[in-house]
């Protein structure tokens, strides 16, 4: 089974505070590279980071496991996390704590991706969980649709535009082993 895990694109939807808002007049549009359903690669806070046109293709495609917490995700709380999963997606409105995003950094995870608008705390200063995790290289997946999404293993395919920027809204979808 396949599941869309990409928010829909639309004029006048809502955008994380301080970006432009998303419009559309006859055939151009216009909007911020961390809209909807975005990646954000090492460039978004590291001035020699990599760009999304840079990040290798085996980051953001292959299999994954999805969990499901609520508020904020702490260290102890990866644990139960297969050793071998090598991204991570999460349910339920969740941010990391710093320690996690170190967690999950010692575990070389590839990719990290989350239904919340951030994988920081609102309140955070600085963005450390961004900062820990674009510093070692692993591109953050932010505003999937995740909902009725079966928990475990699966398949995940990320396809952003091979823009030499910071950000990228992507296509996101889910595959669930037969």
Known sequence: MRYD????LRPGMPVYPGDP????EGGRWSLGTH??????APAHLLAEGADVAALPLERLLGEAF????AGCLEADALRGVPAEACRLLVRGGA???????????????LLFGTDAASCDA??????????????????ILEGLQLAGVPLGWG????LPLRL?????????????PA
């Open 5 to 8: 895990l990409t928010r829909p």
């Open 21 to 24: 808002p998303v419009t559309a």
């Open 35 to 40: 809209t909807g359903t975005h990646l954000d």
């Open 66 to 69: 999805l969990i499901e917490a």
């Open 95 to 109: 941010f990391l704590s710093p320690e996690a995003a170190d967690r999950l950094v010692r575990r070389r995870v």
């Open 122 to 139: 609102p309140e955070a200063a600085g963005l450390p969980a961004h900062r820990r995790l674009l510093a070692a290289g692993t591109p």
């Open 155 to 158: 398949r995940l395919y990320c």
């Open 164 to 176: 030499a920027s910071d950000g990228c809204p992507v296509r996101a979808a889910w595959e669930v």
